[in-house]
């Protein structure tokens, strides 16, 4: 079974930054695209990053474009998200996940991770 376990969410001001963590286990982490979702309250959850297995190809929501950055180190089975410029809006739960097929594609929809973290909270103060 396929776990992935979230890290390094926090409080912080505006304009802060963080870096969140995502180790998989198993042993195919390197043959699937990773993505990172997000969920505020009251709200659906909604796409943030994704990466293709590689890392050679990356996909970004409207609103994290240029201020958040998806990366990977296969090495380590570790998918992260440098999050810069923090805003209140930015405040959420935040999972990663794995697409549910083997490709080299990047994935935007829900439906397409059939493997989801707990979450990890990024709380921004203004």
């Known amino acids: 079974q396929v776990q992935l376990s979230e890290s390094g969410g926090g409080l912080v001001q505006t304009g802060d930054s963080l870096r969140l963590s995502c180790r998989v286990s198993?042993?195919?982490?390197?043959?699937?695209?990773m993505g990172w979702f997000r969920q505020a309250p009251g709200k659906e959850r909604e796409f943030v990053a994704s990466?293709?297995?590689?890392?050679?190809?990356?996909s970004y929501a409207d609103a994290v474009k240029g201020r958040f950055t998806i990366s990977r180190v296969n090495a380590e089975k570790t998918v992260y998200l440098q999050l810069n410029s923090l805003q209140p809006a930015d405040t959420a739960l935040y999972y990663c996940?794995?697409?549910?097929?083997?490709?080299?594609?990047?994935?935007?929809?829900?439906?397409?991770?059939?493997?989801w973290g707990q979450g990890t909270q990024v709380t921004v103060s203004s």
């Open positions: 198993g042993r195919t982490f390197d043959w699937y695209t």
């Open positions: 996940a794995r697409a549910y097929a083997v490709s080299s594609r990047v994935y935007l929809q829900r439906h397409e991770y059939d493997f």
């Open positions: 990466i293709n297995r590689d890392g050679g190809s990356v």
